[in-house]
Each structure stands twice: as structure tokens, then as C-alpha cells.
T-cell receptor, first 113, second 112 residues
Framework: AQSVTQLGSHVSVSEGALVLLRCNYS??????LFWYVQYPNQGLQLLLK??????LVKGINGFEAEFKKSETSFHLTKPSAHMSDAAEYFC???????????FGPGTSLSVIP | DAGVIQSPRHEVTEMGQEVTLRCKPI?????LFWYRQTMMRGLELLIY????????DSGMPEDRFSAKMPNASFSTLKIQPSEPRDSAVYFC??????????FGPGTRLTVL
């Protein structure tokens, strides 16, 4: 069965600092992996996705994630945090392109001025 | 495209009443998902449809919950009778390829 863990339910960074949000998955097959962002009082929005192409995936708003099969990880990074990055971030996994997506518990990112 | 449309955006009702949430997916998307989000339980998948057919309803909490998708452009999630523990934000999402889901703005349900 697929599952996703996100280390740290809450992460705080200073404005301009590196953002690192951790995601580990379990999957019996090469998975499809996603990062979604949820701003207050809104639905989730896709940041980026990995679908077995390049292992380093670039997304919107300067975010990127690297697929590491040996570590079963898909951590999300951004070189310099902006105040507008404050939101909830969800990592998600699916075994195929047509199966349901399993979401992690989410990590709340705070950006300190 | 207008994106996924959900109505109502907010619903306040009393325990025991019937609640119907509505969703219009993005045109051309063939999969539709209903989620529930609470502080305690996070984001839970309730049910999803593919080509209007329910594929997995294992997340539906109990018989009080039911969902239908009569055509490709409309789905409903019904709770009858509603209970205070059903209070949550309910999201609808649709997708076409590679499981990239597009979420609606959600319906915030409060059951008193």
C-alpha cells in the first residue's frame, strides 16, 4: 500500500532563508509524486509533480523537488523564502497515472519577517 | 476555464437535517474526487469517480453519506441525517491525466 510521511507538522523559516520540507513515501512500484500547496481558506493547488522523467522537478513560485529512489524521498526546497510562501504544503503519491492519490498529513510553513 | 466549482461555499445547518453539496468539475476531466478536511484528521478521500462511475468509496464514513455523479459535469455529496461531527471543509477535485488534481474552493459545513 502507498503511504506518505511528512517530517515536521510545522516549519518556521526567516524571510530569505532556505525552505526545506521533507517527504518520504512507500511504494511497491515507481510512483507518481506530487507537492500541493494550500493557502488559507482555499483549495489545494499543484506545485509540481514527478512522473518518472527528470529526478529534479521544478515547479511554480521557485519551488523544486528531487526524487531520490534510494532514500524514498521527495523533499521540497526553495532557495529563498518569501512571506507569500506561508501556507500548508502536502506531499502526495500514486502508484499509477489512474489510481487515487494518497496525501500526506501536511506541513504548515511560517515565514518570519 | 472557470475551474472546479463548488456550491454552496458555506453551509450552516442543524443536526438531523439533510445536507447536499454540489460540484461541477472542469470540462474534459474524467475523474472526480470528494475530500473532507478537518484539523483532527487532515485531508481524507471520501470517494472518487472515473467516467461517472464510483471506483472507490471506502473512505465514506458511514451510510449517512452518499455521492452521485449523474453526468460528466455534475456531482453531489449528500449527508442525511447530518451530525455535528460532520463539520468540516469538503473539497471536490477533478483530473484528466497523470493524476494532476484541480481542487475547488471547498464548502465549509457547520452542523450545530
Amino acid at each position: 500500500a502507498q503511504s506518505v510521511t511528512q517530517l515536521g507538522s510545522h516549519v518556521s523559516v526567516s524571510e530569505g532563508a532556505l525552505v526545506l520540507l521533507r517527504c518520504n513515501y512507500s511504494s511497491s512500484v515507481p510512483p507518481y509524486l506530487f507537492w500541493y500547496v494550500q493557502y488559507p481558506n482555499q483549495g489545494l493547488q499543484l506545485l509540481l509533480k514527478y512522473t518518472s522523467a527528470a529526478t529534479l522537478v521544478k515547479g511554480i513560485n521557485g519551488f523544486e523537488a528531487e526524487f531520490k529512489k534510494s532514500e524514498t524521498s521527495f523533499h521540497l526546497t526553495k532557495p529563498s523564502a518569501h512571506m507569500s510562501d506561508a501556507a500548508e504544503y502536502f506531499c502526495a503519491v500514486s502508484p499509477t497515472s489512474y489510481d487515487k492519490v494518497i496525501f500526506g498529513p501536511g506541513t504548515s510553513l511560517s515565514v518570519i519577517p | 476555464d472557470a475551474g472546479v466549482i463548488q456550491s454552496p461555499r458555506h453551509e450552516v445547518t442543524e443536526m438531523g437535517q439533510e445536507v447536499t453539496l454540489r460540484c461541477k468539475p472542469i470540462s474534459g476531466h474524467n475523474s472526480l474526487f470528494w475530500y473532507r478536511q478537518t484539523m483532527m484528521r487532515g485531508l481524507e478521500l471520501l470517494i472518487y469517480f472515473n467516467n461517472n462511475v464510483p471506483i472507490d468509496d471506502s473512505g465514506m464514513p458511514e451510510d449517512r453519506f452518499s455521492a452521485k455523479m449523474p453526468n460528466a459535469s455534475f456531482s453531489t455529496l449528500k449527508i442525511q441525517p447530518s451530525e455535528p461531527r460532520d463539520s468540516a471543509v469538503y473539497f471536490c477535485a477533478s483530473s484528466r491525466v497523470d493524476n494532476e488534481q484541480f481542487f475547488g474552493p471547498g464548502t465549509r459545513l457547520t452542523v450545530l
